[in-house]
């Protein structure tokens, strides 16, 4: 079993910045931050394969987030810049097995989240 454990949410006002944190118990082939809001299905955010340190995102969170890693410290981070309302979601990182590592089927393993909410 993989224990993944977030910390960092917050409330913050439009335009402002959260750095979110994920320690894993260990890595796994594919690490991502996924997230969602009120209403709305979970989606992806950001991946990384941590042995590569390869990072993909999706389009739109490109220029204000970045998906970066400790790797000797099996720990994520999501640093989150100029923060919209519609980022306002609940923030989970995942680990799972092989694969694009863009998809929901490819996690095992989730954390409980964070909160992220964002006023205009």
């Known amino acids: 079993q993989v224990q993944l454990v977030e910390s960092g949410g917050g409330s913050v006002q439009a335009g402002g910045s959260l750095r979110l944190s994920c320690v894993a118990s260990t890595y796994t082939y594919c690490m991502g931050w996924f997230r969602q809001p009120p209403g709305k299905e979970r989606e992806g955010v950001a991946w990384?394969?941590?042995?590569?340190?390869?990072?993909y995102y999706i389009d739109s969170v490109k220029g204000r987030f970045t998906i970066s890693q400790d790797y000797a410290k099996n720990t994520l981070y999501l640093q989150m810049n100029s923060l919209q309302p519609e980022d306002t979601a609940m923030y989970s990182c995942?680990?799972?097995?092989?694969?694009?590592?863009?998809?929901?089927?490819?996690?095992?393993?989730w954390g409980q989240g964070t909160q992220v909410t964002v006023s205009s």
């Open positions: 990384i394969y941590p042995n590569s340190d390869n990072t």
């Open positions: 995942a680990a799972g097995g092989s694969g694009s590592c863009r998809q929901l089927h490819e996690y095992k393993y």
